[in-house]
């Protein structure tokens, strides 16, 4: 099923969580095709609606409006691996492979290239159905900037805003009463999203997954500002950062998602130990999913296009089984293969996490 020569039609689809810029990429990708000739479908709720076949045809209106508009007009799903399907069999959930049947949907409607828009799940299904034969092109998404192969995925620069946002305003609330306000992010287990929101918002204690944190410079920084004259501390922490010789903290854990275990409570749980340490009342906010909605930023609106209009690039140049990402503020192209199923953390020795250490950020260390 790979294509050759031209491409006459594709489809596009969103998988796992969504943030903003998904409709920013879905009007480039079809914008851009509908302009070399193609014609493109848009399938409905990730890879489930390749099982189920939930497809529509994407037109210019269809997208019209859509470029600053948060979610996918698609719909997404982080449950829905064609591979691993669920099924339901009386009052029992069974798993079977349903790839051919996703396929044999496409094939009905004759397409021939598929853009996945998704995470390190979807770029590693849209891996395995390149290998099935299906011209697979990939866009990196997700909140967490956590995929190998390129500098930034779009929806981290909003979610990083909305952080920020919410630091600010913690900041004055802090000032106030003199209380300890510690603010939980996302980044799963990488610490991009509270490292650049720390540090844009002034906190000063950043607790990230890359770093196994002791509590004890957490609370001798607080202590410090205080003999300073300073009664107020701002604690960011990632939702995957865990105690030095402890472990993650856990919400629930979720059958048959591709996130099993949601990562949740850190927060909580130092804002309660601080408070029990140094008297200080503290409090925790967990901004949660407020940083995957909202209107997408100009840099996310622009990245966004840019990746949309670099997929369709790459189908109409025949080159399939790639990623586009961005290098050096350059599209690049990189096999999927070389980076799905892998993961993007901070490095020990990243420049901003050396910066923050020079104006005195604890990092929990």
């Known amino acids: 099923m790979v294509a050759n020569g031209n491409i006459q039609t594709i489809a596009v689809l969103t998988g796992g969580g969504d943030c903003p810029g998904l409709n920013a990429v879905i009007r480039a990708v079809v914008k851009t095709a509908l302009g070399a ?12 609606g390749m099982v189920e076949n939930q497809m529509i045809a994407m037109t210019d209106q269809a997208v019209s409006g859509i470029l600053p508009r948060g979610g996918t007009i698609l719909g997404t799903t982080n449950r829905d691996n064609p591979f691993h399907y669920p099924q339901k069999r009386g009052n029992e959930i069974v798993y079977e492979n349903m790839s051919e049947q996703a396929l ?6 004759r397409i021939e290239a598929l853009v996945v828009i998704g995470g390190d799940g979807t770029l590693k299904v849209g891996s395995d159905f390149q290998a099935m034969g299906l011209a697979v092109v990939a866009v ?12 930034r995925t779009f929806g981290f620069d909003t979610a990083v805003a909305t952080a920020t946002d919410a630091l600010d305003r913690l900041h004055t609330t802090a000032e106030s009463h003199h209380r300890v306000m510690v603010l939980e992010v996302m980044g799963r287990y990488a610490g991009w999203i509270a490292l650049h929101a720390g540090m844009a918002g002034g906190a000063d204690c950043i ?3 890359e770093i196994p944190f002791a509590i004890e410079p957490v609370i001798a920084k607080i202590k410090q500002r205080q003999g300073n004259g300073k009664r107020f501390s701002i604690v960011v922490i990632a939702e995957g950062a865990f105690p030095r010789g402890g472990q ?8 048959g998602s591709h996130e099993k275990i949601r990562l949740g409570g850190a927060g909580e749980k130092l804002a309660r130990e601080i408070e029990e340490i140094t ?16 209107s997408p930023t100009a840099f996310d609106r622009v990245l966004s296009t840019r990746y949309g209009v670099a997929a369709v690039q790459c189908i109409k140049d025949n080159v399939f089984g790639h990623m586009v990402a961005l290098n050096k503020n350059q599209i690049i192209r990189i096999p999927i293969e070389e980076i799905a199923g892998q993961a993007y953390n901070v490095p020990l020795d990243n420049e901003l996490l050396l910066a923050g250490r020079a104006i005195g950020i604890c990092f929990g260390d």
């Open 248 to 255: 993650v903290s856990v919400s629930r854990i979720v059958e």
């Open 140 to 151: 990196p998404k997700t909140i967490d900037n956590d995929i190998p192969g390129t500098e």
């Open 207 to 209: 607790l990230i997954p």
């Open 279 to 294: 008297g200080i009342e503290s409090r925790c906010t967990v901004l949660g999913h407020l940083q995957r909605g909202g």
């Open 104 to 109: 044999a949907n496409l094939r009905e409607k």
């Open 37 to 48: 000739g193609m014609k493109v479908w848009g399938i409905q709720n990730g890879f489930g």
